[in-house]
């Protein structure tokens, strides 16, 4: 049965890149809504309001601005499945709160952490430099290449492991770890886990409160149907207590006293100590709209019509013949599938030509994601450009 709903139709429309193509290419980004406009408008005439009881609050903006970033903090609480609002940080991208976390945390010589060999760069690349640190980095395998198994990371770990930097889904492969269960047994070690979640935040539930997971990093591009410039990261308080910021601004959480010297952490529990100076304004307002229509339209109905499409899509591309790496167990996939193909660059080629948008992925892999704004008509769409493609035997 289709489940392309009323909302997904309105939603489409607010899409323009959805009518120029059959777009399947949201795990790279979502190309833009028109109410990113209406968002920015509303900044500029808030921005514009200089009366003089306007209340003024350097980097957390001023007027209306203020109320904005605090309404936006709460969606992303929410978001997150009923977090604390202000144990959020805005910052610039996924890996900028990944930074964030690993830079300012207190390690000691001898140290070590545990990522994948075939993560983004954005989480293995902060990982690796903490050698600067005197801090190992342990590289996971994955046994097919592909599955990443909670125990299977955790036996990299030893008596020094202060962190787990993992992707909930992986932007190459679409994998999806199971994180509740990756949660429980860091928590049973006393490890940190740190989650990059751009590949799973607004596609799928992510309960960082119920889950108890330790940090959450993410750009708001792509799921989460904001602009690029703009992300967050979620710290729970007792890995916010140890954090000491990389970046040191004037803010609520951080004040400067020329009487003694050094700096005075007047909120250590607060996340704004880790955000650095003004704050993306124009980014927070289209992404309080983009969050009040995910909210409107329920992540678990979002969740499940990209499954519903993503199912349709492994199906069909299986019996065309494609080898499909990204496992067929719904559990272990979200809003992407990657074809592995002797010639990843004449397959994009071929999908390209055919109108059909979709990424090379690691070099090795032609990715196809699916948005919640799809239909059941652009995965027809890409099944019959995808038969009409020779597959080698």
């Not at 909302?7 to 809504?33: H, M, Q």
């Not at 921005?47 to 980097?59: C, E, R």
């Not at 992925?361 to 704004?373: D, E, H, Q």
């Not at 059941?376 to 597959?391: F, H, K, W």
Request: aromatic share 8%.
């Amino acid at each position: 049965m289709s489940t392309s709903e009323a909302w997904v139709y309105k939603l489409r429309r607010e899409f323009p890149v959805a009518t120029k193509s059959t777009f399947l290419d949201i795990a790279y980004e979502n190309c833009g809504a028109t109410f990113t406009r209406q968002a920015l408008e509303q900044y500029l005439q808030d921005w514009s309001d200089t009366s003089p009881g306007v209340v003024k609050a350097g980097g957390e903006g001023k007027g209306r601005t203020m109320e904005v970033v605090a309404v936006t903090r709460d969606h992303i609480a929410r978001l997150l499945g009923g977090v604390d609002p202000s144990h959020i940080a805005f910052t610039k991208n996924t890996n900028e709160g990944i930074n964030a976390v690993l830079q300012g945390f207190p390690f000691q010589t001898g140290d070590n952490v545990i990522t994948f060999r075939d993560e983004h760069p954005s989480v293995i690349m902060p990982c690796l430099h903490l050698a600067l640190q005197g801090v190992e980095c342990r590289i996971a395998e994955a046994d097919d290449g592909v599955s990443l198994i909670p125990e299977k990371l955790l036996s990299y770990a030893n008596e020094r492991t202060r962190f787990i930097v993992i992707s909930h889904v992986q932007s190459r492969t679409g994998y999806k770890i199971d994180l509740e269960h990756l949660a429980a047994l860091c928590r049973e070690r006393g490890i940190y886990l740190l989650v990059d979640a751009i590949q799973s935040l607004g596609f799928c539930p992510l309960d960082a409160q119920a889950w108890r997971v330790h940090g959450v990093a993410s750009a708001c591009y792509k799921g989460l149907l904001g602009i690029h410039g703009l992300g967050f990261l979620y710290t729970a308080p007792e890995l916010l207590q140890e954090l000491t910021p990389v970046f040191v601004a004037s803010n609520r959480a951080i004040r400067l006293d020329l009487a003694k010297p050094g700096l005075t952490f007047t909120l250590p529990s607060d996340g704004r100590k880790l955000e650095n100076s003004t704050l993306n304004f124009i980014g927070i307002y289209v992404l309080l709209e983009a969050l009040q229509r995910i909210e409107r339209i329920g992540i678990d109905n979002i969740a499940h019509h990209i499954s519903y499409l993503l199912t349709k899509l492994y199906t069909g591309l299986d019996a065309l013949g494609y080898s499909v790496i990204t496992p067929g167990d719904a559990k272990h996939r979200c809003h992407s599938l990657a074809l592995a193909d002797s010639t990843p660059e004449k397959l994009y080629a071929h999908f390209l030509e055919q109108g059909v948008f979709a990424s090379l992925s690691g070099g090795r892999y032609l990715r196809l994601s699916v948005a919640p704004f799809n239909t059941e008509e652009d995965i027809s769409e890409a099944l019959r450009v995808a038969a009409l493609y020779p597959i080698a035997p």
